[in-house]
């Protein structure tokens, strides 16, 4: 089970954290990602993580701004989100790749996720 949290509406050039809790698997062995979806757009895969060695991408859209972390003795995952844009507007899901690889492809090709969290971001 996977549960976002922590979006609102912001100003552009500020600043959210994204939390995502895991529970019910054995969460090492997996990597995280983060979707989203924009009003009348597709999800898109914005970032992952994967367990083994931390190692992380991100979308052009995102990176620089965006930094994903994650604390495996908590199962957590977290997305800093700064300097957000109005395009940055949307609905946040954290989702997990049993295949502990993580993708940025799109669709997103993700094996499970939950409720998201809605950022709006104001101009």
């Known amino acids: 089970q996977l549960q976002a949290s922590g979006g609102g509406l912001v100003q552009a050039g500020g600043s959210l954290r994204l939390s995502c809790t895991v529970s019910?698997?054995?969460?090492?062995?997996?990597?995280v990602g983060w979707l989203r979806q924009a009003p009348g757009k597709e999800l898109e895969a914005i970032t992952f993580?994967?367990?083994?060695?931390?190692?992380?991408d991100y979308a052009e859209s995102v990176r620089g701004r965006f930094t994903v972390s994650r604390d495996n003795a908590k199962n957590m995952v977290y997305l800093q989100m700064n300097n957000l844009k109005p395009e940055d507007t949307g609905e946040y899901y954290c989702?997990?790749?049993?295949?502990?690889?993580?993708?940025?492809?799109?669709?997103?090709?993700?094996?499970?996720w939950g409720q998201g969290t809605q950022v709006t971001v104001s101009s």
């Open positions: 993580i994967r367990s083994e060695d931390g190692a992380a």
């Open positions: 019910g698997v054995t969460f090492d062995d997996y990597a």
């Open positions: 989702a997990l790749d049993t295949g502990g690889i993580g993708t940025l492809e799109n669709p997103p090709e993700y094996d499970f």
